[in-house]
C-alpha cells in the first residue's frame, strides 16, 4: 500500500486511533495494536500531560505511535492555543490535533474559531490537523493557512451514522492539496472502508472501537477494511455503471439506418 | 450568550405549562399513559427531548417497560460518554445556614456544633482529597452568606485551582455579577438544586431565610449559566413531592437551559431524601423506591443523550454498583458531608447520611470490575481563562 505523507512524516497505516471512551488502558492499548494504526490521539484533557506514569499515556508505546494530542474541550481559539502550547511544553510535540468545540452535545467544531486558531499555530511552528465541519470552503481556508492535513467529519461524533456529509466530502476530497483524514462518525468497518475508496488518504476511529463489545477483534476489522479500500482506490476500481438499456426508446429508429 | 434578559423566562414558561404545580392535569396526564404510549416511545430514536417522551417514559405505566428502558439508557450512555465514569469529592466548608429546610440536618432549628472551616482547614481538607487521586472538587456549603462570602469562595478557588483540574461549587443562589467572579477565580461549574418544582410543596419545606424565595432560586441557574460556567447541574431533592410530576419539570428546566445555553454542560442529579441528623423521616409521604429512582435515570437519559448524569454517595452500594449501566456518568465516592470531616474525627452532623462508606480507591475498583474505566481527570486547567 502507498504511504500516507503528512507534514515531514511517512506512515504506512492510514488508520488514526482516538483513545476516549475505553474501558481500560489495557484494552485501548491492545486494540491500538490490532488496528495498526501509527497515529494516536489523546484528549490533553484526559491525561496528566506532564505525568510520564499517567496511566492512558503509559499504554501508550512512544516509540511505535505517533503521539497526537487533541485539544477536545476548548471552546474558542484561544483556549486551543493554549492548550496546544501546554502540550508542546511538556512533550516536545508540536503535532496538535485542532479541535474547538464550544457546543458540549454534539460536539461540532466552530470554523470560525478553528481557523483563527490554525493562524495562530502554524505561525508559532505547529502542525495542525484541524477537525472540520465538512465545508469545502473552509477545507481550502485551512489548507492556505497552512494546516498539514483537514480531517472532516463525517457525521456527528460518537454518531456511528457512516458518510452522512458524503457529497461534500467527495468534494473537498477533489479539491484538497492536502491529506484530508475524514474524522468522526464512522461506526462500521464498512464506512471506513467506504472513505477510503472514495479517496480519503486516511481515516480516524473511536467510539466505533472504543464501545463495541469487543474493542480489539473490531479494531483488526478496520485494519483491514482501512487498508481495502486504500487498494480499492488506487486500482481505479471499475464503475459502477448504470444497467445496460436493452431498449433504446428514443433512437432505435437508428437502427435501421445504413 | 442569553444573560439577564432572559431572567424569569422559566418561570413563565414553568407557569404557562402548568408544571409548578398549580394544576392537576399533568397528574391525570401521566395516569393515563398506556402500554402502547410507552411502546411507541421507546421506538422511536432515543436520546432527544419533548414532553410527550418524558411523560411516557416516567409514567406508571412504564414501569413494566423498566428493563427495556434501561438496555437502551445503557446502549446510549456507553456510545456517547464510553466505559466511563468520572469520579469527584465534595469538600464542605460550613455548615451554619440561615435556612431552617425541613429535611436538612443542617437547618438552624437544628442543635449541633457547627463548624466553618477557616480557609487554610478547607485548604488542608482539598490536600486530602487531592492525594486520594481526585482532581474534580466540588466545594458545598449551607447558606451561610456571613463568612462563606464570595471572597471566601474566590479566595479559595486561588488557591486550589493548581490541585484540582476542575472545581465546581454548590452553594446558595448568588446574583449573576457574583457568579461572574466566581467564574473568573476559577470556579467553572455550579449546581443547584430546585428542591422541588412544587411552588406549595416548596412553601411548606422552606419556611424561612433566604431559601424560601422560589423564584430567585428557579431563576439562578439563569444567572450561572449565563455567567459562562462549563458545568451546569439542576436536580430535584426526591421525596418531597410526587417523582414524576417533578421530573417532568425537572426535564423541561434541563431542555429550557440546554437551548440557551448551548455552551454549557447541563447535568442532572439524583439526591433522594436520607435520614439525617435531627430529622425525622415520617413527615415525607413521596419517598422513592430504588426502582422509582432507577426509573427517572433512565427516562431522563432517553430524553438526554449528552447530560451528565450524577449520583452520589447518598445512595447505596447497591444502587450505584447497578446505576453505571444505567446512565449514570459520574459518581462522588469517600465523601464526607461534614466540614473537616476528611481531616478530622468528625462526629455524625453531616448534611445527610452517606449510605456508600467505601474509599475511593474501593470505587474505582468496583468501576473496574464492572467494565468501567473510572476517570479521575476529564478537564485541563489550561483552558481556563485564569
Not at chain 1, 63 to 82: F, M
Not at chain 2, 24 to 37: K, Y
Not at chain 2, 103 to 116: H, K
Not at chain 2, 293 to 321: H, N, P, W, Y
Request: with cysteine; charged share 25%.
Amino acid at each position: 500500500m502507498d504511504r500516507l505523507k503528512i507534514a515531514d512524516k511517512e506512515f504506512s497505516s492510514r488508520l488514526f486511533v482516538g483513545t476516549g471512551k475505553f474501558s481500560s488502558s489495557k484494552i485501548m492499548a491492545a486494540a491500538i495494536a490490532a488496528s495498526g494504526c501509527e497515529i494516536v490521539t489523546v484528549a490533553l484533557r484526559r491525561v496528566n500531560i506532564e505525568d510520564k506514569n499517567d496511566d492512558m499515556l503509559a499504554a501508550i508505546d512512544r516509540k511505535k505511535y505517533l503521539l497526537l494530542p487533541n485539544t477536545s474541550g476548548a471552546r474558542d481559539a484561544d483556549e486551543a492555543v493554549r492548550l496546544s502550547r501546554l502540550a508542546r511544553a511538556a512533550t516536545g510535540i508540536s503535532w496538535i490535533k485542532l479541535e474547538v468545540t464550544p457546543d458540549p452535545n454534539y460536539l461540532l467544531p466552530d470554523g470560525i474559531e478553528t481557523l483563527k486558531a490554525a493562524r495562530i499555530l502554524v505561525k508559532e511552528g505547529f502542525v495542525v490537523l484541524p477537525y472540520i465541519n465538512a465545508d469545502p470552503i473552509l477545507a481550502k481556508r485551512l489548507e492556505d493557512a497552512g494546516a498539514a492535513t483537514v480531517m472532516p467529519l463525517a457525521s456527528p461524533i460518537g454518531s456511528n451514522q457512516g458518510l452522512q456529509t458524503r457529497a461534500a466530502l467527495e468534494i473537498i476530497i477533489e479539491q484538497a492539496n492536502v491529506p484530508v483524514v475524514v474524522d468522526a462518525g464512522l461506526g462500521l468497518p464498512s464506512h471506513a472502508a467506504d472513505a477510503m475508496e472514495m479517496g480519503a488518504d486516511a481515516v480516524l476511529v473511536n467510539t466505533a472501537i472504543a464501545t463495541a463489545d469487543d474493542p480489539v477483534q473490531i479494531a483488526a476489522a478496520f485494519k483491514l477494511a482501512v487498508e481495502a479500500g486504500r487498494l480499492a482506490y488506487n486500482s481505479g476500481p471499475a464503475s459502477a455503471g448504470k444497467k445496460a438499456n436493452a431498449s433504446s426508446p428514443l433512437t432505435g429508429f437508428l437502427r435501421d439506418e445504413k | 450568550m442569553p444573560c439577564e434578559k432572559d431572567n424569569g423566562q422559566f418561570k413563565k414558561i414553568l407557569g404557562e405549562k402548568r408544571l409548578d404545580g398549580s394544576g392537576g392535569q399533568w397528574r391525570e396526564a401521566i395516569s393515563r399513559v398506556s402500554g402502547g404510549d410507552v411502546e411507541k416511545t421507546l421506538s422511536e430514536q432515543a436520546g432527544h427531548y419533548n414532553i410527550e417522551r418524558i411523560l411516557a417514559l416516567i409514567s406508571p405505566a412504564a414501569e413494566e417497560y423498566l428493563e427495556e428502558m434501561a438496555q437502551q439508557a445503557h446502549r446510549l450512555t456507553v456510545q456517547r460518554f464510553g466505559r466511563t465514569i468520572r469520579l469527584y469529592a465534595p469538600l464542605y466548608v460550613s455548615s451554619y445556614c440561615e435556612n431552617s429546610c425541613l429535611y436538612c440536618g443542617f437547618s438552624r432549628n437544628n442543635q449541633f456544633e457547627r463548624r466553618r472551616l477557616t480557609i487554610d482547614e478547607a485548604a488542608a481538607e482539598a490536600d486530602i482529597i487531592a492525594s486520594e487521586g481526585f482532581t474534580d472538587l466540588l466545594l458545598v456549603s449551607s447558606e451561610d452568606r456571613k463568612f462563606i462570602t464570595v471572597d471566601y469562595l474566590c479566595e479559595l478557588a486561588r488557591r486550589l485551582r493548581g490541585k484540582f483540574s476542575t472545581i465546581s461549587a454548590e452553594i446558595y443562589p448568588l446574583s449573576a455579577d457574583e457568579y461572574r467572579r466566581l467564574f473568573e477565580a476559577g470556579i467553572e461549574g455550579v449546581t443547584l438544586y430546585q428542591e422541588t418544582y412544587d411552588r406549595n410543596v416548596y412553601s411548606r419545606f422552606h419556611p424561612a431565610g433566604p431559601k424560601s424565595d422560589y423564584d430567585s432560586r428557579l431563576d439562578a441557574p439563569n444567572r450561572f449559566a449565563g455567567a459562562g460556567m462549563r458545568q451546569v447541574g439542576i436536580g430535584a431533592l426526591l421525596g418531597l413531592n410526587d417523582f414524576r410530576l417533578e421530573t417532568l419539570a425537572l426535564a423541561e428546566h434541563g431542555h429550557y437551559l440546554m437551548k440557551r445555553y448551548w455552551q454549557s454542560q447541563l447535568s442532572f442529579s439524583f439526591p433522594r431524601l436520607r435520614p439525617a441528623n435531627n430529622v425525622s423521616s415520617i413527615q415525607f409521604e413521596h419517598i422513592l423506591s430504588g426502582r422509582n429512582l432507577v426509573q427517572m435515570i433512565t427516562a431522563l437519559r432517553l430524553c438526554f443523550a449528552d447530560a451528565g448524569l450524577v449520583l452520589s454517595t447518598r445512595e447505596g452500594a447497591k444502587i450505584r454498583d447497578n446505576a453505571v449501566k444505567l446512565g449514570i456518568t459520574k459518581m462522588s465516592a469517600g465523601s464526607k458531608t461534614s466540614p473537616g470531616g476528611y481531616s478530622g474525627n468528625i462526629a455524625n452532623t453531616g448534611q445527610f447520611e452517606i449510605d456508600d462508606k467505601r474509599t475511593p480507591i474501593q470505587i474505582a475498583e468496583m468501576l473496574k470490575s464492572e467494565g468501567f474505566e473510572p476517570v479521575w481527570k476529564d478537564w485541563e486547567r489550561a483552558l481556563s481563562k485564569v
